[in-house]
């Protein structure tokens, strides 16, 4: 099984508004860097589209190791909470509907298919790759106001 690094970020301006997504996957000494954007999203969807893409480039099933700075995608697969809430048909331990059912749904099938694991890193912190994904999402993220302004 190939070992794969993968490292994502989010960006968005305004919670809904313009965001963009960044990933780095790094295998067998290659580098690949992905990245898109949507003109009206929140952060949270961007974190999740940042790792899903990126997983859904993998061609095969792999050995990976992810590492974001968005708590809310680490704990969600860390702690079980996202397979809970699909579970329980997408509802939370306070019985409100989950968000991002959409993108939680995905990305549980995705790493089905891998085996993987979910690491924090601490954003704007030096982290080489997380500042480069953070590039790369701010990017897109400002080609989206650019295009709907």
């Not at 899903?52 to 590492?67: G, P, R, T």
Request: glycine share 10%.
């Amino acid at each position: 099984m190939r070992k794969v690094y993968i490292f994502t970020d989010g960006a968005c301006s305004g919670n809904p508004g313009p965001g963009g997504w960044g990933a780095i996957l790094r295998c067998e000494g290659k580098e690949r860097e992905l990245s898109g954007g949507e003109p009206i999203t929140t952060n949270n969807r961007m974190e999740l589209t940042g790792v899903i893409e990126a997983l859904d480039a993998l061609k095969y099933s792999c050995d990976v190791i992810i590492q974001t700075d968005s708590k809310y995608v680490v704990d969600g697969i860390n702690k079980g909470w996202a397979a809970r809430w699909r579970a329980n048909g997408w509802l939370k331990a306070d019985k409100m509907p989950a968000l991002n059912t959409d993108l939680w749904g995905r990305l549980l099938n995705l790493i089905a298919r891998h085996k993987v694991q979910f690491k924090w890193v601490k954003g704007h912190a030096g982290h080489v790759e997380n500042e480069r994904c953070d590039t790369l999402a701010v990017k897109q993220r400002d080609e989206q106001i650019a295009m709907y302004n």
